[in-house]
């Protein structure tokens, strides 16, 4: 033995000077590995040739170190073996090293095996080396059943080309790689996984090997699918609604037209006879009216006022029933027009009032010009009715540009409208007064608002009561 060698391990350098003392050497052997070692010279004499074997011996410090006796065993031509050479490594690092090498694949493997992911490694060519426990678990394959491309068996035959076409693909471009697929399982049943591959290369980029996951998505597409069929029920209700909604449209604008038309109808009808009643009064009264003591001439006067009022009625009830069916295509118009022609309509009321008109620039609408010369008439015929006793009307007829709009408005310093009625005055028939203070139908503002509403604008007053009130309407601007 070699005495440097003797000192390292703190062996005796005697040991083995005057030939190998097999319980010398065996005593220093730790008490586990000697059955083995001696075996292992049995062995190594008996078959000669090169031998190599570890086993631990103590050093002086009491303490045990691995050792590698590397040697060979040469036999005289009559069999009896020869001395046999030989060296002793110390192999305590390599040991060392070897079992933190172990314990860190055995934490990794169980670290692989716990994900819940399915995992997989295969050589460069993409055929599988190993697969993680889950994977086992699941597909119940053993885990060299699904070693190299065996695995692909538990693809449903109806995805495998296309699956295993684009992972080919990526192996054999080297890049990563990504799909989404159903694997069966042992039960029969499959279940959706993303699945995702990367190759990993050592220093000089060569592929060494590959990395892949299979995680299980099949919750995620089941409630994206409930997603979707819960979308397109929605999209069927709201298109059921749609269509419930635009039939009962049709349906009001059918009552509608034939309200309209019965209103035209039984109004244009009633002229006739209103005429006569009112002409034959006339008549009454011209040739019989000294007849007729004082109430008989009341009498007569009723009638003549009642005829008056049911005139004036249907006159507008028959305005009001035709705007949809005289209604002319809009073209540009300038809204002085339709207002000089109110005011020639209304020319002896504005003498008898007294009242002052005055308009400022109005601008160039797209509309009807007779049925904007209505809404003036109305407005401004109002505007002279309900004044307050000793004020004079006066009238403020402006326009203002607004976007692709103008807004009109028609101001008065008339008796006002209480908060209250500023929405209900539109409304057909709705009056703030009787009759004997305000003569009206009640037509007037409602056929305002029909006739600006179908040129696409909106119609509101603001008022404070005692002082005046303001209608403004908004109408397209001419382009
Ligand atoms: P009518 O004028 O025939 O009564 P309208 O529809 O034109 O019918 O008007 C409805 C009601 O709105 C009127 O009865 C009146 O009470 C109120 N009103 C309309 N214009 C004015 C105004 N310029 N000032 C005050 N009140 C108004």
């Not at 086992?136 to 495998?160: F, I, K, M, N």
């Not at 009001?320 to 300038?334: F, I």
Request: glycine share 10%.
């Amino acid at each position: 033995m070699d005495e440097a060698f003797a000192a390292t391990f703190g062996l005796d350098p005697a040991l083995g000077r005057e030939g190998l003392n097999l319980e010398q050497v065996i005593a220093t052997v730790h008490p586990e590995d000697r059955e083995g070692l001696l075996r292992a010279i049995d062995g190594a004499i008996a078959r000669g040739g090169a031998y190599a074997h570890e086993y631990r011996v103590r050093r002086r410090d009491g303490r045990y170190y691995w050792i590698e006796a590397n040697g060979r065993v040469d036999h005289a031509p009559d069999g009896t073996p020869l001395a046999f050479p030989g060296v002793l490594l110390d192999v305590e690092a390599r040991r060392a090293a070897l079992s933190a090498l172990r314990d860190r694949e055995e934490r990794l493997r169980e670290l692989a095996d716990n994900i819940t992911q399915f995992a997989w490694t295969a050589d460069p060519s993409g055929a599988v080396q190993w697969h993680n426990r889950r994977w086992s678990d699941y597909t119940g394959l053993t885990p060299e059943e699904g070693l190299g491309w065996s695995w692909t068996g538990v693809l449903p035959p109806g995805q495998a080309p296309r699956v295993l076409a684009k992972l080919r693909r990526a192996f054999e471009q080297g890049e990563a790689w990504e799909d989404t697929f159903a694997l069966r399982g042992r039960n029969g049943e499959d279940r959706w996984f993303l699945s995702r591959a990367v190759p990993i290369r050592d220093g000089q980029g060569q592929i060494v090997r590959w990395f892949g996951t299979h995680t299980d998505v099949t919750e995620q597409r089941e409630a994206e699918a409930q997603l979707r069929d819960l979308n397109a029920s929605l999209e069927r209700r709201v298109a059921a609604r749609t269509a419930e909604l635009e039939r009962a449209n049709a349906e009001l604008q059918r009552s509608n037209t034939e309200l309209e038309r019965f209103a035209y109808i039984t109004s244009h009808d009633l002229q006739e006879p209103i005429r006569t009643v009112a002409s034959f009064t006339e008549l009454l009264g011209r040739r019989y009216g000294e007849h007729l003591d004082d109430r008989g001439q009341r009498y007569l006067d009723l009638i003549v006022g009642g005829t008056a009022r049911m005139k004036a009625l249907v006159d507008d009830l028959l305005t009001y029933s035709r705007l949809s069916g005289d209604a002319r295509p809009l073209q540009p118009v300038n809204l002085q027009a339709p207002l000089t022609e109110a005011l020639a309509r209304l020319s002896s009321r504005l003498e008898e009032t007294g009242a002052r008109v005055t308009a400022g620039e109005l601008g160039t609408v797209l509309g009807d010009g007779p049925q904007l010369a209505q809404v003036f008439q109305n407005l401004l015929s109002n505007a002279m009715k309900f004044t307050r006793p000793g004020v004079p009307p006066e009238v403020r007829v402006s326009a203002e540009r607004v976007g692709g709009e103008w807004h009109v408005r028609v101001a008065d310093n008339g008796i006002g409208i209480e908060k209250p009625y500023l929405e209900r005055i539109f409304v057909l028939f709705q009056r703030l007064h009787t009759r004997d203070r305000y003569e009206g139908t009640g037509l007037g503002l409602g056929i305002c608002q029909k006739i600006v509403e179908r040129h696409g604008g909106r119609i509101w007053v603001e008022s404070t009561p005692g002082v005046g009130s303001t209608f403004h309407f908004t109408l397209p601007a001419a382009p």
